[in-house]
């Protein structure tokens, strides 16, 4: 079944050892500033992405419970957006600019974090996730959910505890293989 924001606010309500729950929906599109046109993650996000990612912000702010509520065309560009669209960062706060023909206030700007092997995390542009929903993407779905256990030593009681909890919002039963007792 595919995750929802339910999802993430059982796990948010139920589950032992998490601190940070974080629903995502991301993908990736075309962002348009004045003459530059270049692809970038989109990430809906809530104002929990921060505790969760690490991540912190250089210039302006970042994302707030009524831009969320609001549903506000505000975003908060990562270091690698801002240089690919070949501009100085002092001159995009504040600006606008274009994802998928809709306008969004730039807002604020991220610290760089440097690349993964599989994911740049500088090359996102961060909104609202209830706006990447209902005003960008047209669905109520998530792609992800990002949590963050209390500390290292509660990971295996996190894992156990969202699984069980996922299990019961999706009313999945673990069947039982002959001779195995669970």
């Known amino acids: 079944d595919p995750l929802t924001v339910d999802d993430a606010d059982a796990l948010r309500l ?4 998490v601190e940070v ?6 993908r990736t599109s075309q962002v348009e500033y004045r003459d530059q046109n270049v ?9 929990e992405y921060l505790d969760a990612s690490g991540g912190r912000v250089l ?9 969320l509520e609001g549903r506000r065309r505000v975003a908060i560009l990562g270091s690698e957006v801002v240089k690919n669209l070949r501009v100085a ?3 995009l706060l504040g600006s606008s600019l274009k994802i998928r023909g809709t306008n969004f206030q730039v807002v604020g700007l991220l610290a760089s974090r440097g690349a993964t092997s599989w994911f740049n995390p500088d090359d996102q542009v961060l909104v609202p996730l209830t706006t990447a929903q209902f005003r960008l993407f047209g669905t109520d779905q998530v792609r992800s959910i990002t949590v963050k256990a209390t500390s290292a030593e509660d990971v295996p009681l996190a894992i ?15 069947r039982r293989q002959p001779g195995v007792r669970h």
């Open 59 to 67: 210039a302006g702010r970042f994302l707030t419970q009524g831009d």
């Open 89 to 91: 960062p002092e001159d």
């Open 14 to 17: 139920r589950a032992s050892g």
């Open 160 to 174: 156990t505890e969202i699984e069980r909890v996922l299990r019961h919002e999706h009313r999945f039963v673990r």
């Open 21 to 26: 729950v974080v629903p995502e929906l991301s």
């Open 39 to 47: 692809p970038s993650s989109i990430n809906g996000t809530t104002p």
